[in-house]
């Protein structure tokens, strides 16, 4: 396994990294004829999440949206091996914010926030080229590979220009640690919770979906503001970021409305331009349960 990862890495992973934009491109026109018209990867999973989020469109616009997904999803796949090699001065064309002032107010406040996010658009170039966008410490809460190999590099890339990565398991450490700096760790909200009877359940994209929870506890916990971030995709390779406020005084809030507020502003991105999002993920592979806890 180790000879395999090695070879992997410094015998594909990199050669492809260090070419240019414009080739890897090409190279991604080709991969979305294998992986769509070859060998099909996730295509039934793919329709089906299409079809259930959107029964008023028709058969031809959900094959539409998933061919322009799959599209995508190459140039996302190609982008984050670039990633690998990426200096910094071509991050800061590639990644950029116009307001950071959204975010930055509550910096020059003396106040930590917490990000809401989801995976849409290149969720890669939004951790290696975040930090140093804010004035923050961002912390990038995220599950660990089980490829002890490939957990080291994909650390050690979505670090390089100051992400903290911080384990799913050591939210709370990250947070406690880290009292005496302003910080901003960064939540995905759209992942499917690995206990359903542990998540936030509401409607998602027509669907009743379990949401994580972790957002809202630790907005409350330790009382920072919510922001919610927007990746826009400017053109092929260049994205834009947008910070949008969602509440200031998290423990004023009624219990599930921060995690309501976050997942509307991401539903509506998604309706808005849906080819952006991750939908080879298994997003409802859980039910709701017949009894949902009301209180997390």
Same mark, same amino acid.
């Given at each position: 396994?180790?000879?395999? @990862?090695?070879?992997? *890495?410094?015998?594909?992973?990199?050669?492809?990294?260090?070419?240019?934009?414009?080739?890897?491109?090409?190279?991604?026109?080709?991969? *979305?004829?294998?992986?769509?018209?070859?060998?099909? *990867?996730?295509?039934?999973?793919?329709?089906?999440?299409?079809?259930?989020?959107?029964?008023?469109?028709?058969?031809?616009?959900?094959?539409? %949206?998933?061919?322009?997904? *799959?599209?995508?999803?190459? $140039?996302?796949?190609?982008?984050?091996?670039?990633?690998?090699?990426?200096?910094?001065?071509?991050?800061?064309?590639?990644?950029?914010?116009?307001?950071?002032?959204?975010?930055?107010?509550?910096?020059?406040?003396?106040?930590?926030?917490?990000?809401?996010?989801?995976?849409?658009?290149?969720?890669? +170039?939004?951790?290696?080229?975040?930090?140093?966008?804010?004035?923050?410490?961002?912390?990038? %809460?995220?599950?660990?590979?089980?490829?002890?190999?490939?957990?080291?590099? +994909?650390?050690?890339?979505?670090?390089?220009?100051?992400?903290?990565?911080?384990?799913?398991?050591?939210?709370?450490?990250?947070?406690?640690? @880290?009292? @005496?700096?302003?910080?901003?760790?960064?939540?995905?909200?759209?992942?499917?919770?690995?206990?359903? @009877?542990?998540?936030? !359940?509401?409607?998602?994209?027509?669907? $009743?979906?379990?949401?994580?929870?972790?957002?809202?506890?630790?907005?409350?916990?330790?009382?920072?503001?919510?922001?919610?971030?927007?990746?826009?995709?400017?053109?092929?390779?260049?994205?834009?970021? $947008?910070? +949008?406020?969602?509440?200031?005084?998290?423990?004023?809030?009624?219990?599930?409305?921060?995690?309501?507020?976050?997942?509307?502003?991401?539903?509506?991105?998604?309706?808005?331009?849906?080819?952006? !999002?991750? !939908?080879?993920?298994?997003? !409802?592979?859980?039910?709701?349960?017949?009894?949902?806890?009301?209180?997390?």
């Amino acid at each position: 396994m180790i000879v395999l @990862n090695l070879i992997l *890495y410094y015998l594909v992973i990199i050669p492809l990294s260090l070419l240019p934009m414009p080739i890897l491109y090409l190279i991604s026109d080709g991969v *979305y004829v294998l992986v769509y018209h070859g060998f099909g *990867y996730r295509k039934k999973v793919v329709l089906q999440n299409i079809r259930n989020s959107f029964p008023e469109k028709t058969t031809e616009e959900h094959i539409k %949206i998933s061919k322009q997904f *799959y599209r995508y999803f190459c $140039d996302v796949i190609l982008e984050t091996l670039k990633t690998f090699t990426i200096s910094e001065r071509e991050l800061a064309k590639r990644v950029v914010c116009h307001d950071p002032g959204v975010i930055d107010k509550y910096f020059d406040r003396g106040q930590s926030v917490i990000i809401a996010a989801g995976h849409y658009n290149n969720t890669q +170039m939004f951790a290696v080229g975040i930090d140093r966008l804010l004035k923050h410490k961002v912390g990038g %809460i995220y599950q660990p590979l089980t490829n002890k190999f490939f957990e080291e590099k +994909m650390r050690k890339v979505r670090g390089k220009y100051g992400l903290t990565m911080v384990p799913t398991k050591k939210v709370k450490e990250f947070f406690d640690d @880290n009292t @005496n700096e302003l910080i901003a760790p960064a939540f995905a909200i759209d992942q499917s919770p690995s206990n359903p @009877n542990k998540a936030y !359940w509401t409607t998602f994209l027509n669907q $009743d979906s379990g949401v994580l929870f972790g957002t809202e506890k630790y907005a409350k916990d330790y009382n920072f503001p919510v922001v919610y971030c927007r990746m826009n995709l400017v053109k092929r390779g260049h994205y834009s970021l $947008d910070f +949008m406020d969602v509440v200031e005084k998290p423990r004023e809030t009624a219990y599930g409305e921060i995690t309501e507020k976050v997942t509307r502003l991401l539903e509506k991105d998604i309706r808005a331009v849906p080819q952006y !999002w991750l !939908w080879t993920h298994r997003r !409802w592979k859980h039910k709701k349960p017949a009894v949902v806890n009301e209180q997390l």
